[in-house]
T-cell receptor
Framework: SQTIHQWPATLVQPVGSPLSLECTVE??????LYWYRQAAGRGLQLLFY??????ISSEVPQNLSASRPQDRQFILSSKKLLLSDSGFYLC??????????FGPGTRLTVL | AQSVTQLGSHVSVSEGALVLLRCNYS??????LFWYVQYPNQGLQLLLK??????LVKGINGFEAEFKKSETSFHLTKPSAHMSDAAEYFC?????????????FGQGTILTVHP
C-alpha cells in the first residue's frame, strides 16, 4: 500500500530564516506530487505541482520554491521566511487524473 | 477555469439528525468531483469521489453524494449525524483527464455536531 510522509510535523521559525519541508511517498512510482498551503480561513491553496523528476509548476508567485530531486521526494523551500508564510502545509500525491492522497501536514509558524 | 462554491462555512446539527453540506461547481469539461474530510491538525481524507459513473456515490462513514449535472451540484449527505463527524469538509473539482489531476477546492464547511 502507498503511504506519504511529511516532516517536520511542526516548525517555528523566525522571520528571514530559511525553510525546508520534505515530503516522501512510498509504494508507488512516478506519482504527481503537490504542495498546498492552508492559511486560517482561506481554504487550500495549490502552491506547486510536479509530474516528474525535476519538473515543477508554480501556481502562485511567492516567496517559496519547490524541487523534486527523486521520483518520490518533494521539497518545499524558502531562502527568507515572511510572516505571511505561516500556515499548514500539505503534500499530496496522485496518479494521473485520479484521487489525491494527502500527507499529515506541517504546521509552520513564522515569528 | 473550474471553481467550487460551498454554501455555508459553518453547519451545526444535532446528533442523529440529517447532515447536508452543499457544493456547487463550475467546469468547462465533464468534471471529476470529490469530498474530503479534515480533522484538526491532520491531512485531508477522501470521503468519496464521482468520476462519471453512477450519479449517486457512496463513501466512507455512511456519507453519500449525488451528482446533478443540471444543477451543477454535488451535495454531501448523511442520514444520521454522529459526534465523530465533527470536522471540516472540502468539496473539490478536477477537470478529469485534462489537467494532470489538479484539484480546485472550495473554502470548506465546518460541521459541528451537538449532543
Amino acid at each position: 500500500s502507498q503511504t506519504i510522509h511529511q516532516w517536520p510535523a511542526t516548525l517555528v521559525q523566525p522571520v528571514g530564516s530559511p525553510l525546508s519541508l520534505e515530503c516522501t511517498v512510498e509504494g508507488t512510482s512516478n506519482p504527481n506530487l503537490y504542495w498546498y498551503r492552508q492559511a486560517a480561513g482561506r481554504g487550500l491553496q495549490l502552491l506547486f505541482y510536479s509530474v516528474g523528476i525535476g519538473q515543477i509548476s508554480s501556481e502562485v508567485p511567492q516567496n517559496l520554491s519547490a524541487s523534486r530531486p527523486q521520483d518520490r521526494q518533494f521539497i518545499l523551500s524558502s531562502k527568507k521566511l515572511l510572516l505571511s508564510d505561516s500556515g499548514f502545509y500539505l503534500c499530496a500525491w496522485s496518479l494521473i487524473t485520479d484521487t489525491q492522497y494527502f500527507g499529515p501536514g506541517t504546521r509552520l509558524t513564522v515569528l | 477555469a473550474q471553481s467550487v462554491t460551498q454554501l455555508g462555512s459553518h453547519v451545526s446539527v444535532s446528533e442523529g439528525a440529517l447532515v447536508l453540506l452543499r457544493c456547487n461547481y463550475s467546469s468547462s469539461v465533464p468534471p471529476y468531483l470529490f469530498w474530503y474530510v479534515q480533522y484538526p491538525n491532520q491531512g485531508l481524507q477522501l470521503l468519496l469521489k464521482y468520476t462519471s459513473a453512477a450519479t449517486l456515490v457512496k463513501g466512507i462513514n455512511g456519507f453519500e453524494a449525488e451528482f446533478k449535472k443540471s444543477e451543477t451540484s454535488f451535495h454531501l449527505t448523511k442520514p444520521s449525524a454522529h459526534m465523530s463527524d465533527a470536522a471540516e469538509y472540502f468539496c473539490a473539482v478536477s477537470e478529469g483527464g485534462t489537467s494532470y489531476g489538479k484539484l480546485t477546492f472550495g473554502q470548506g464547511t465546518i460541521l459541528t455536531v451537538h449532543p
